[in-house]
């Protein structure tokens, strides 16, 4: 399996520049995820010019808050890794993976946030408008993690339906130091969540009761179905209890602050509605 789409040649050393798979469907993937959330804009009555704006500084923050995620949680910080630039280095290799989820959501909650108090937005109204599209963009960039081979899953049984191989050379091959060998198909299985939480949410959206349920709904949602997930993926190792991932970890408190907050929107929404005008 080549991860490299194709080769742009260059008059310097190296003498190309590779684009890959990887980045293409996550490129892919956040244009999609762009154009239906400027879509549900246009039907909650909202710019989409500010669907635009707000994008450009969650999506810089959602890729930065993935790599330096992955770097805290994945990376080898023993030898020259632990250098200045060692650790840049590492940071700008995109092209090999490396893009955790969590991190992503977890710093372009407060950058988006900030961004739409500046302007003086509806921050929870915005928030639901992203949701779905949050989901449809990970679905797509989970395709992506396949074709870079990443986001392996664990050997399954030889009598499990769909298993998935990845040749020598890949991540998986590294990993286990064999090729071929029958995968779960994580990365598939993420997307097909993905899908089916961006179809929900979608729905849902059109008949919400208030600011902010959609957003939190689909936060406590995908903190369920990723802590289940990450029981089936065989590069995130156990880190607490010597049971769960990071990622496993970061459900368990994402699921309870989103519900938390789900509730408190809740009420303070009925509040406005008791309140004579």
């Not at 009555?45 to 790599?67: C, H, S, T």
């Not at 997307?191 to 961006?198: C, E, Q, V």
């Not at 029981?231 to 519900?259: C, E, I």
Request: aromatic share 16%.
């Amino acid at each position: 399996m080549d991860r490299i789409a194709f080769r742009i040649p260059l008059p310097f050393p190296p003498h190309h520049f590779d684009i890959a798979w990887y980045g293409i469907m996550i490129a892919v993937g956040s244009l999609f995820a762009v154009l239906t959330a400027v879509s549900r804009a246009k039907q909650s009555g909202e710019k989409p010019e500010n669907v635009l704006d707000l994008a450009l500084w969650v999506l810089i923050a959602g890729l930065l808050g993935a790599r330096v995620f992955f770097l805290i949680s994945d990376m080898d910080w023993t030898g020259q890794s632990t250098s200045l630039f060692g650790v840049i280095k590492a940071f700008f290799q995109f092209r090999q993976g490396g893009l955790v989820f969590y991190g992503g959501l977890l710093l372009a909650i407060p950058v988006g946030i900030l961004y739409l108090k500046v302007r003086k937005l509806a921050v929870w109204k915005y928030a639901d408008i992203a949701a779905p599209s949050i989901a449809l963009g990970e679905a797509f960039a989970r395709v992506g993690c396949y074709l870079n081979t990443c986001c392996f899953g664990k050997p399954c049984p030889l009598n499990f339906p769909i298993p998935v191989t990845f040749p020598e050379g890949s991540f998986p091959e590294t990993f286990y130091h064999k090729a071929n060998i029958p995968l779960y198909p994580t990365q598939f299985i993420s997307s097909i969540n993905a899908l089916i939480l961006f179809a929900v949410f979608s729905i849902l959206h059109r008949r919400k009761k208030f600011d902010g349920q959609i957003f939190w709904l689909f936060c406590a949602a995908y903190a369920v179905t990723r802590f289940l997930i990450e029981f089936l993926r065989g590069d995130n190792q156990p880190v607490f209890f010597k049971t769960l991932t990071v990622s496993q970890g970061v459900s368990l408190l994402l699921l309870p602050a989103s519900l938390v907050m789900y509730f408190i929107l809740r009420a303070k929404a009925r509040r406005t509605r008791a309140t004579p005008q």
